[in-house]
């Protein structure tokens, strides 16, 4: 089968100008919101959680439940994946995503609900694991729909700009997290914070959710699944297809995100506590004030990232990125460990000039990775899994390993890096731009048959 490279789009027209830009807002305001939500979670595991629903364990115990469950909701994120991708790829994009940001908005909404264990007794830890399973299992088949919507729509040479649109909503999301965090701890005492004021950035979601709901809505269909509608290409077991012909796919997704997801994750969650009072002594205002500052960063370099991407090619921009990550892990710690603001908050932000290569192409590369009729499950079940070997337990892997020096916190961002750098520049540069029509083909199947075409093989 010959290869080709169209847009997914006609240039030019003026309703397709206006589709674009809704699609844009509709991924982007969702994604932000859907992460809000998810962070705003991360960030309480490392404040409150603990003290107010594992208190029996004591203070180093209730910590690390709190990490841990964090980290369990990644564990269904794959199931997520696998029923979001399945929906998605039988019923299209659009459904799926509004089911998974309902789905995202009330477990967060009953989690600023819930009776401590102080009132509830040991149901008030096994409410909030479940809602926080509810949010993974959310999470896991958001992601993939919001890029695929992103990426189908955009026109030729721009997938790496319009596919950072859903990634700049995870830095978006935290700002927006940190920002209400900051908040509501500055306008309240320790005890109003630790008695009430925790429930605050949970209940706002309800908000949170309606506006994206309302956006969403207006967005139209993919045409790439559009079009297989018309052509009657959509399979009856598109996960069965997944798994016969394109687990090697799936497996370098998982290990291309895996580095970024773990370091994103210490970004959100981690680094907070480690600066804290517990930590390297600074008030929590100054940590949530860095972390502002690193969400800052985030923002800009990964909306940089899908930019360049479009120019160099997405394979090379995500090795400068996970070079940039491994070269920079020890001096960022020697940095922190001044315990100064401006330090520290510099340090984060030089971290995300490695974060947003790494991640701001991944829609676009994701989406030419895998062909039409699967590529829903194959983008949200590689994306799940790398979620797993990365972020789901980083914080805690980190609060281990400090314990014996932060250098080894470092050499784990330096090790994980250079797994997913390894990953990715096994990815074909010529799958770039390459036709998301085509049904049939992977990334594997686009090398051999370059291969054939130039005479090496």
């Known amino acids: 089968m010959s290869i080709t490279y169209t847009d997914t789009l006609g240039q030019g027209s003026a309703a397709n100008k206006r589709e674009e830009r809704k699609v844009l807002a509709g991924t982007l305001v969702g994604t932000t919101i859907e992460w809000y939500d998810f962070f705003i979670f991360a960030q309480a595991a490392g404040l409150v959680l603990g003290t107010l629903f594992f208190e029996p364990m004591g203070e180093s115990g209730s910590q690390i439940a709190a990490w841990v469950t964090l980290g369990i909701s990644f564990l269904v994120r794959p199931l997520g994946a696998v029923v979001a991708g399945h929906m998605g790829d039988r019923f299209g994009r659009k459904i799926v995503l509004a089911i998974t940001l309902i789905g995202m908005g009330t477990a967060t909404v009953m989690i600023g609900l819930l009776p401590t264990y102080a009132t509830i007794g040991v149901w008030a830890p096994i409410l909030l694991v479940f809602f926080r399973l509810l949010q993974g299992f959310s999470a896991g088949g958001e992601w993939g729909g919001a890029a695929l919507m992103a990426v189908e729509h955009a026109p030729r040479g721009k997938r790496g700009l319009f596919g950072s649109a859903p990634q700049i909503g995870v830095p978006l999301g935290m700002i927006l997290a940190t920002g209400v965090l900051f908040a509501v701890r500055a306008t309240m005492t320790d005890e109003q914070?630790?008695?009430?004021?925790?429930?605050?950035?949970?209940?706002?979601?309800?908000?949170?959710?309606?506006?994206?709901?309302?956006?969403?809505?207006?967005?139209?269909?993919?045409?790439?699944f559009k079009e297989m509608q018309r052509l009657k290409k959509d399979e009856s077991a598109p996960l069965g297809e997944l798994f016969r012909g394109h687990t090697k796919s799936v497996i370098l997704a998982a290990l291309i995100f895996a580095a970024n997801n773990a370091i994103g994750y210490l970004v959100i969650a981690w680094f907070s506590k480690y600066g804290g009072?517990?930590?390297?002594?600074?008030?929590?205002?100054?940590?949530?004030?860095?972390?502002?500052?690193?969400?800052?960063?985030?923002?800009?370099?990964?909306?940089?990232?899908?930019?360049?991407?479009?120019?160099?090619?997405?394979?090379?921009?995500?090795?400068?990125?996970?070079?940039?990550?491994?070269?920079?892990?020890?001096?960022?710690?020697?940095?922190?460990?001044?315990?100064?603001?401006?330090?520290?908050?510099?340090?984060?932000?030089?971290l995300t000039i490695g974060l947003g290569p790494s991640y701001g192409p991944q829609s676009a590369m994701y989406a030419e990775m895998f062909p039409a009729k699967v590529r829903f499950s194959g983008v949200s079940i590689g994306y799940a899994i790398g979620a797993i070997i990365g972020g789901a337990f980083a914080p805690l892997i980190a609060d281990s390993l400090v314990g014996s020096g932060w250098i080894w916190v470092a050499v784990y961002m330096m090790a994980i890096s250079a797994v997913s750098l390894i990953a990715v520049s096994m990815v074909p540069n010529s799958i770039q731009d390459r036709d998301l029509h085509d049904h049939d083909i992977d990334a594997a199947d686009v090398d051999v048959l370059e291969a054939a075409k130039d005479g090496r093989i």
């Open 277 to 350: 009072p517990k930590g390297l002594g600074m008030t929590s205002n100054e940590v949530l004030t860095a972390s502002l500052v690193g969400g800052f960063g985030w923002f800009i370099f990964t909306l940089f990232g899908g930019w360049i991407s479009d120019k160099i090619g997405r394979r090379l921009a995500f090795q400068i990125g996970y070079l940039i990550l491994i070269a920079w892990s020890i001096p960022m710690f020697m940095m922190m460990n001044t315990a100064s603001l401006p330090m520290f908050a510099i340090a984060l932000f030089i």
């Open 193 to 224: 914070f630790l008695e009430w004021g925790w429930r605050i950035p949970f209940l706002i979601s309800f908000i949170l959710i309606i506006v994206g709901a309302v956006i969403r809505r207006a967005v139209e269909e993919s045409p790439v």
